[in-house]
């Protein structure tokens, strides 16, 4: 349902990704793994648009998508939650659901604040608070939720897990897990392998802005050299 | 000063107040969502008075002729917002920021000359409010019911954009892109049209505010920048995007200076003191305070640089040996120039001259420096008086010359010194609060400086009388002191600011004590702004408070943005530029202001970078094509 191909992308003149292809399907977390710098938050951000490629093609749900506003592919149902959180500190827990709200669409699960409240009980006691008042932890699973609130078909996210604690990023595994029976595509970036594991099905390795090794999970266990090339400190 | 007096003063300064606040409450507003500095708000101000007297004279003086013409104005100057936001602004969103105010700033002058054309030169006074035109007796005085009408409004608009912006999707939104916007668009919001809509509502209010003013107030064709600097010190000192605090500044400036006239002039231990002289500076000695005390203003927040907006600035070069052998050529043609050019010529390439440092001394604190100045015309202005009063009390022209920069310097240390501890668009009010505060100064003070008539009979010395003769001095002065400003780019100093400018954080942690730097930066431009407007006024032999106004600055901004501002040579070319164009075209039409407006506009949408910046980028394009 998301494909990228042959993608390129830079920040200014630096050259960032190189000739990427990547896909993702209904109901699949598919995970982008690499050291830090390795182009994977710049990934993410081509398929957003946030970042414009200068070559390739990016479709999503049967449509190309690399020309298009980044709320016009948000519109489509591709959620995207950030790296660095970036909640609406000074809006309440509830605006900040607010803003992510789109009408429901066909083909993918229906969020509502209650909801949501259902999958972060942390969040439910602080609705009208404002952003800046919560704890990090909160505010990674408020980022979530605010995204879910545009009842994405697919949905990206940048290292889920960093910065937390050990109990949180448990609570993000299942989050996570629980989008995918709700038949959501998940395309995650982690440098995280131990999270990798715990959620997902398939994984790309990114090195240097290319994409260095393709495979399932269970194959990149059985990969010793693979792993100690591309992903050990 | 009786305490019913003080009592009407109050109910006065209030009344004020609520028009001053639904404009700053639009550009705040503005500012907020889009990141633009509305310099054209003032002049939708003035289009909201104007249209609203023509609309009263169409519609008729009754009741429901007179507000359906206060609203029928400010709902046209909303469209007029809009419109001008989708067909032009909408372009520059991804130029750099300073762009964006060049191309408000062309806004202001070709407004200016539409409400010239449409409406003539003349001060019209519009008719009372039907109803409304009685007065009401207060503590055995007399209020007009006009202005307790007024003093409603301000709260009542208050509570409506607080439902708006609190309790509605449209507000929820507003508020989150003001905060993150290319978050809100990841999230699915058209910050398109959410950006048309606060155009649209900005404005708005800049037009109802200046509709509801015409039973108090004569429609002026001075009023758009008048508006301007008091819209600015209310949101600077309420705090950029915040509406309660932009009601609460309106309210302390609006009564301050209705304080100051009602107080006149008062003698305190043989001193006589004028208040109401005091009410062009007192909202700038306010902000100025306020600035220094709560640097985000009284309700303000910090402000980090909005996300998805901050642009890297590209490294500033060493000039190429080919660039320096054009500095050499083009110094050797200024220098032969007066053996084959008339006398015309000289005098127009003198001004280029000077203006070409005044630019360069900007450019030194706005680009390498990051310390964007819209009151630089101060230590220009500082300067130019400084050598025309030395001059007058006897020290020969050569001595005053030499002198003058140094109390422009002296003026630039000790003004930046509040300057440097800002940064932003705060920083660049601050410096607009103090050159309005010197230029009211020098307006006031006839003993001195001669106030609004300025100093004359300021003629150079017998050898330097000659066309010629000057024109070299001024090219030694100004072109020397050009090359130092560029030497000290590329001296450790310079290199320290643009590090400050930068990162400032991580200059400071290796050892740059950046707002040291700064402040001799700011100081060593003044210094430089102050040497142009020393050769400047003895170039006219005459010095008005003109040359440290308001517009005085803006030229100086509009020549370093011409030009390109992270180019090296840019200021110059825009200097050269600007002083030709403005010469040329006012001597060839009355309209000249719309018609330089409109050159600006058309450079800005085709040149973003500038003139030097895209002659550079023309340059290395076929270099580079050459090579491939």
Redesign the interface.
């Known amino acids: 349902m998301l494909e990228m191909k042959d993608v390129s992308s830079a920040y200014g003149r630096a050259h960032i990704l190189y000739d990427l292809s990547l896909s993702a399907n209904r109901g699949e977390v598919v995970v982008l793994l690499g050291r830090n710098g390795a182009g994977k938050s710049t990934t993410l951000k081509t398929l957003i648009g946030l970042v414009r490629p200068l070559a390739g093609e990016i479709s999503f749900d049967g449509r190309r998508i690399e020309r298009l506003e980044p709320y016009e592919i948000a519109r489509l149902g591709l959620g995207y939650v950030p790296e660095e959180r970036r909640i609406f500190t000074d809006l309440s827990v509830m605006d900040n659901l607010e803003v992510g709200r789109q009408a429901p669409r066909t083909g993918a699960p229906r969020w509502t604040p209650e909801k949501l409240f259902e999958l972060f009980p942390n969040l439910a006691d602080m609705r009208e608070r404002r952003g800046a008042h919560i704890s990090g932890g909160e505010q990674q699973m408020l980022t979530i939720a605010r995204t879910l609130m545009g009842n994405p078909s697919a949905i990206l996210l940048d290292e889920p897990s960093e910065g937390l604690a050990p109990v949180i990023v448990e609570q993000m595994a299942r989050t996570i897990l629980e989008l995918k029976q709700e038949g959501l595509c998940v395309l995650l970036s982690e440098q995280n392998l131990h999270f990798a594991n715990l959620v997902a099905d398939r994984a790309y390795i990114i090195e240097k802005g290319h994409i260095r090794y393709q495979g399932t999970m269970t194959e990149l266990a059985a990969n010793a050299q693979v792993r100690a090339t591309y992903l050990s400190v | 000063m009786s305490l019913s007096a003080i009592f009407v003063q109050l109910l006065n300064g209030l009344a004020s107040a609520s028009s001053l606040f639904l404009v700053a409450a639009g550009l705040s507003l503005i500012f907020g969502v889009t990141r633009i500095v509305n310099f054209a708000h003032g002049s939708l101000y003035m289009l909201g008075v104007y249209t609203a007297y023509s609309l009263v004279k169409t519609f008729g003086g009754g009741i429901l002729g007179f507000w359906g013409a206060v609203l029928a104005a400010g709902l046209i100057v909303g469209v007029f917002g809009a419109l001008v936001e989708r067909l032009l602004l909408r372009r520059l969103y991804r130029a750099p920021e300073l762009l964006q105010l060049l191309a408000t700033f062309a806004l202001v002058l070709i407004i200016r000359d539409f409400a010239l054309w449409a409406w003539g030169p003349e001060d019209l006074l519009g008719p009372r409010a039907p109803g409304l035109d009685g007065a009401v007796g207060i503590a055995g005085r007399r209020v007009p019911e006009y202005d307790l009408l007024l003093i409603a409004l301000g709260p009542v608009v208050l509570g409506l954009l607080w439902l708006l912006l609190t309790r509605t999707?449209w507000g929820?939104?507003v508020?989150?892109a003001?905060?993150?916007r290319?978050?809100?668009?990841?999230?699915?919001?058209?910050?398109s049209w959410l950006f048309t809509s606060v155009f649209a509502l900005g404005a708005f209010l800049a037009g109802l505010g200046g509709a509801i003013q015409i039973p108090r107030e004569p429609a002026v064709l001075t009023m758009d920048l008048s508006i301007l600097a008091d819209v600015f010190v209310v949101v600077v000192v309420g705090g950029m995007g915040s509406i309660p605090g932009a009601f609460l500044a309106a309210v302390i400036i609006g009564v301050l200076k209705a304080m100051c006239i009602g107080i006149g002039n008062v003698s305190a231990f043989g001193i006589d003191f004028s208040f109401s002289k005091l009410t062009l500076v007192v909202e700038f000695i306010v902000m100025a305070v306020v600035l220094v005390i709560r640097p985000w203003g009284l309700l303000g927040r910090s402000q980090g640089i909005p996300?998805g907006a901050a642009s890297?600035e590209p490294p500033l070069h060493l000039p190429s040996p080919a660039l320096l052998k054009g500095f050499a050529a083009a110094l050797l043609a200024l220098a032969l120039l007066p053996l084959v050019s008339d006398r015309y010529t000289l005098v127009l390439l003198t001004d280029i001259l000077v203006f070409a440092l005044f630019a360069v001394s900007l450019h030194f604190i706005m680009g390498p420096a990051g310390m964007h100045s819209f009151g630089h015309a101060a230590y220009f202005g500082l300067g130019a008086y400084a050598a025309a009063l030395l001059f007058k009390h006897a020290l020969p022209m050569e001595l005053a010359l030499l002198l003058a920069p140094f109390a422009a310097g002296l003026g630039a240390l000790a003004f930046g010194w509040f300057c440097v501890r800002l940064s932003g668009v705060y920083l660049a009010m601050l410096t607009l609060a103090f050159a309005q505060i010197a230029w009211s100064v020098v307006y006031q003070w006839d003993a001195f400086t001669g106030g609004s008539n300025g100093l004359v009979g300021v003629w150079p010395a017998q050898w330097l009388a000659g066309k010629t003769a000057f024109y070299y001095l001024a090219l030694a002065l100004c072109a020397g002191g050009i090359l130092i400003l560029w030497r000290i780019l590329y001296s450790p100093f310079g290199y320290a600011l643009r590090a400050g400018r930068d990162s400032p954080l991580r200059a400071d942690a290796i050892g740059i004590d950046v707002r040291r730097q700064q402040w001799l930066g700011f100081a060593l431009a003044g210094l430089f702004a102050g040497l142009a407007g020393a050769v400047y006024a003895f170039s006219k032999g005459s010095i008005s408070p003109d040359s440290l106004s308001i517009p005085r600055s803006v030229d100086g901004l509009v020549m370093v943005l011409m030009g390109g501002i992270q180019t090296l040579t840019g200021a110059v070319a825009g200097a050269a530029v600007f002083t030709w164009l403005q010469d040329t075209i006012s001597r060839q039409t009355e309209f000249w202001r719309a018609l330089l407006g409109g050159i600006i506009l058309f450079l800005v949408l085709v040149f973003p970078q500038g003139i030097a910046g895209f002659l550079r980028e023309r340059w290395e394009a076929r270099a580079g094509g050459s090579k491939g």
Do not use: I, K, S, Y
């Open positions: 999707r929820t939104l508020r989150a003001t905060e993150d290319e978050m809100a668009g990841a999230l699915g919001v058209n910050q996300r890297v």
